[in-house]
């Protein structure tokens, strides 16, 4: 069963049990990849049609010690994340990863060529655990939202900088104007592309010609 443990602004964190195994997965809209916090049994990947690559794109066989390979499946590539020391062993469409740190992990990100498993690389392992936004209105037809992604990373538990964000069109286009600098990472979805950047707190201005969503308290006259 998949139960939801906790969720904020853009975020959900839920956890899927059997006995004493057990399973904490995050995800957050925007965002490539899928955290999972792994209790008492070591993970299986298993397609039928899927081959295994390593960080230079060649197929990986038998027993290595990696913290990230690729699952090919067709034309969709996915990058897996591990602890350091990891030991992953791969046959017959199946892959078993054994070896966990104590800190024990699993992280996949949608990829679009073999060279983004290291680009995503430290971002990959920044878990985000609080996401908010906040407007304040300038009184001139002007909106500033504020989103804040409060993040740890899963290799040391400390405080995590620079996450990697996505944004929609309606973030950017029609008078929408973005604080930051996006990066060369992009995903085409039925939206528009949703164009990726760095970092933990995003400024976006919008025009807002419109009335606001509350009149103020009445008074007495």
């Not at 969720?7 to 839920?14: G, K, R």
């Not at 500033?144 to 944004?167: C, P």
Request: aromatic share 12%; charged share 25%; glycine share 8%.
């Amino acid at each position: 069963d998949a139960v939801a443990e906790s969720w904020h602004d853009w975020d959900v964190e839920f956890s899927m049990a059997d006995g004493n195994k057990k399973m904490n997965v995050t995800m957050a809209h925007g965002m490539p990849f899928t955290w999972m916090e792994i209790e008492n049994f070591s993970p299986v990947i298993q397609a039928g049609n899927a081959v295994f690559l390593d960080a230079h794109g060649q197929e990986m066989s038998g027993t290595v010690a990696t913290n990230r390979f690729i699952v090919k499946i067709g034309d969709d590539l996915y990058g897996v994340y591990l602890p350091d020391k990891s030991e992953v062993s791969v046959d017959r469409g199946k892959v078993e990863i054994s070896e966990l740190a104590d800190r024990r992990f699993v992280v996949v990100a949608l990829l679009q060529d073999v060279s983004q498993l290291s680009t995503f690389a430290d971002y990959a392992y920044r878990v985000p655990r609080e996401t908010t936004v906040d407007w304040s209105y300038n009184g001139m037809g002007k909106v500033k939202t504020v989103w804040h992604v409060r993040a740890e990373d899963l290799r040391t538990g400390s405080e995590a900088r620079d996450v990697m964000q996505g944004f929609l069109p309606h973030h950017y286009r029609n008078g929408a104007t973005a604080a930051f600098s996006f990066a060369d990472v992009a995903y085409r979805t039925p939206h528009g592309m949703l164009k990726t950047a760095a970092g933990n707190d995003c400024e976006v201005d919008y025009d807002f010609p419109g009335m606001l969503p509350w009149s103020p308290a009445p008074t007495d006259t």
